[in-house]
């Protein structure tokens, strides 16, 4: 849900992907050949080992059903899953070799190249205007921004997506620590997304993050007459070596900015966001006085 500010008379950006078909199913996407080929490879070293589904289910932790619908490609399998697959079937690191790729897959298409780029970042800069930035929604919020979208989503996407929102959360146990900023429209922390008691909950943990030394966050009152966000949200991220890209999300479309002159401008334009806004301070006493007005 944010902007895409690539006009005329600027150098094209460059896709991150093409439109996500919205409503559509994640093996729908492409991404669903890797973990095809990763369903495949699991029930070859299965069936080698001499295992039925239910027997290897057992020594890994899940169901036979569910065992089928990862061998199948129609479930991604989550990390610790691939981790044990691999060692429990002596598969010599072939399953484990295709955890990242099978990561990627459970983003939607449009989102995948930034969510490698998260991973890179050495600093990261946000700027929301609707919702609350992904990187701190708790798994609550975003089930519900996501099952606001239209055409509807189907309830296996919609938990796919949660759990690949909240795997992205590992960005703040990362050592070295990047350094992360968000500034967010006033109005973001006001809607009432999923109810009052989700919003509760999203501002009680929006205060435990703010107390993370690397995290600074922001608030941009409603109140304010200068706002130089008019033109929508953007993420800035630098990565190791200097090099800034600007990432922009709208209607299940993404551009990314890489000519160094508009990412420059990009990251002054959010120094610029950060000044106008409350301060990470300020910020926390404005978060505690929206949760006694709830």
């Not at 060692?87 to 484990?96: I, M, N, Q, T």
């Not at 109140?223 to 999300?249: H, S, W």
Request: one cysteine or more; proline letters at 5%; a negative charge.
């Amino acid at each position: 849900m944010r902007d895409d500010d690539a006009g005329a008379g600027r150098e094209p950006a460059e896709p991150l992907g093409s439109a996500e078909p919205v409503g559509q199913r994640p093996e729908d996407e492409p991404g669903q050949g890797v973990v095809t080929a990763f369903g495949r490879q699991l029930k070859l070293f299965r069936t080698r080992a001499g295992l039925e589904r239910a027997e290897f289910g057992k020594l890994v932790g899940y169901a036979a059903q569910s065992i089928a619908s990862f061998e199948q490609g129609r479930r991604i399998p989550p990390p610790r899953l691939i981790d044990q697959s691999d060692d429990v079937l002596d598969a010599g690191g072939v399953l484990k070799a295709l955890k990242e790729e099978v990561a990627r897959a459970q983003y939607p298409a449009f989102f995948r190249d930034m969510a490698r780029l998260e991973v890179e970042a050495v600093e990261l800069c946000a700027y929301d205007t609707l919702v609350v930035n992904g990187l701190l929604q708790t798994e609550d919020y975003t089930r519900a921004v996501l099952a606001m979208r239209r055409p509807l989503l189907d309830e296996e996407t919609i938990e796919t997506r949660v759990a690949a929102r909240l795997a992205r959360h590992e960005l703040f146990n990362r050592w070295p620590a990047p350094l992360l900023s968000f500034v967010m429209e006033e109005s973001a922390l006001r809607r009432p997304h999923g109810g009052k008691m989700v919003l509760r909950g999203q501002l009680e943990h929006l205060l435990l993050i703010c107390q993370k030394r690397n995290v600074e966050i922001q608030v941009m009152p409603l109140d304010r007459e200068d706002n130089a966000g008019v033109d929508g949200p953007f993420t800035v991220i630098t990565r190791k070596g200097g090099q800034q890209l600007v990432y922009m999300e709208v209607q299940g479309r993404s551009s990314l900015l890489t000519n160094r002159e508009e990412a420059h401008m990009a990251a002054a334009r959010y120094g610029i966001i950060r000044s106008q806004a409350l301060t990470p301070r300020e910020t926390m006493g404005f978060i505690e006085k929206l949760l006694g007005e709830l």
